[in-house]
């Protein structure tokens, strides 16, 4: 083995650790910090045999053993943290322990590097193997499948070289280590397998951050419904021959609400008309904000009568809040215009129609539910 392909292994392991901290802090979920832990941890790993001829054989040994030890724990904790599986700290903290101490006992007390490798490949594969059995559901996108199928893969790769010890070892004494067979075929899997394991990590942790972006752009970041795109990007899925109802809500004189009690206070009304509307919509369409405190409740697959229904739910929801508990007097309402988006209309022309009911209730008085949908209806049968 040559000592450039040696060399080759911790210095892209370093490269993918460095990927998985920039992630981290351009916003990738947290167990990208615990990869990159984890893959520098295992490029110092491969790189301490290099100081052989430097610092006494043990202290290269246990280094070695000891980093390996750690970064499975990092990966494992990585597995735990993303598909959140059970924590069991204890069980993991003893698995760590285990994972230096058997391999320090072997080169401290037994002086033998068989039982050396044979302690630190085994523990490795134990604490990632353990994580990944706690896994309970298989994930539905292919990338956590990939990531998964290839964490097995290095638990058997680890394995697999464990079992190679009697042959690929042969007896060899502890300074003789980067000479066997066993050391080539570390360091090569170790390429191929470690750099496989990188690369579908590393895609899982970027896919997140690229979907929580997209997300982020249909999400009101406020109230956590729906934004103006994301109610439209819901319509263009409904069904050519399918009619929806919609609902516009207008809260009332929410402006002097801000101008009372402050911006701090209206966002408190903001989020508690939001969570009104989630329980008022249910499963039975999604809940939107569309501007200050402008709303819509999309009903797929609803007649008129349900429609109007669900506006006067929320009406009355409303009427039976606790507002003072957001720091306002009173109570807020809100005028509502009712709607049915005819099958393949423009969702613009369903929600200008709508709009023009919410003014017509607040030229009524306010706290009230002006409805076309019947009219459109019966317009509809008789075109």
């Known amino acids: 083995m040559g000592e450039g392909f040696a060399w080759s292994v911790p210095l892209i392991m370093i490269a993918f650790g460095v990927l998985f901290l920039a992630a981290r802090r351009a916003g990738a979920a947290p167990e990208s910090r615990l990869w990159g832990i984890g893959f520098l941890l295992s490029a110092l790993a491969f790189a301490v045999p290099a100081l052989e001829g430097v610092l006494p054989i043990q202290l290269v040994a246990l280094s070695a053993d000891t980093l390996f030890a750690v970064s499975f724990f990092c990966f494992a904790r990585s597995i735990v943290t993303r598909y959140q599986t059970p924590a069991l700290p204890r069980v993991r903290a003893a698995l760590l322990v285990i994972g230096i101490a058997a391999p320090a006992y072997a080169v401290l007390v037994l002086v033998d590097l068989p039982s050396e490798l044979f302690a630190s490949d085994i523990t490795c594969a134990l604490q990632l193997g353990f994580a990944l059995a706690t896994v309970r559901r298989w994930p539905k996108r292919w990338i956590d499948r990939g990531l998964l199928a290839i964490s097995w893969g290095v638990v058997i790769e680890n394995l697999g070289r464990t079992a190679s010890v009697p042959l690929t070892v042969a007896g060899a004494p502890p300074s003789a280590f980067l000479g066997t067979e066993y050391s080539q075929l570390m360091y090569m899997n170790g390429l191929l397998t470690g750099l496989g394991f990188a690369v579908l990590a590393l895609l899982a942790v970027m896919s997140d951050v690229v979907d929580g972006h997209r997300k982020d752009a249909l999400i009101d970041p406020l109230t956590g419904l729906l934004n103006r795109r994301g109610l439209e990007a819901v319509a263009a899925l409904a ?42 919509v249910e499963t039975v369409g999604v809940a939107s904000r569309t501007g200050g405190e402008e709303f819509v409740l999309y009903l797929t697959a609803s007649t008129p009568r ?6 006067e739910n929320l009406r009355l929801a409303m009427s039976r809040f606790d507002w003072p508990s957001t720091g306002i007097d009173g109570a807020q309402t809100a005028s509502f215009g009712v709607t049915i988006r005819a099958p393949a209309e423009p969702l613009e022309d369903a929600l200008r129609r709508a709009d023009r009911s919410v003014y017509e209730a607040k030229r009524n008085g306010r706290d009230r539910i002006e409805d076309d949908a019947a009219d459109r209806t019966a317009a509809s049968i008789h075109a």
């Open 306 to 311: 349900r429609t109007r229904a669900v506006a």
């Open 239 to 280: 069904p050519a021959r399918r009619s929806d109802g919609v609902i516009v809500c207008d809260l009332d004189h929410f402006k002097q609400v801000n101008d009372t009690w402050g911006h701090h206070v209206g966002d408190r009304v903001l989020i508690a008309f939001a969570e009104l509307m989630r329980a008022a």
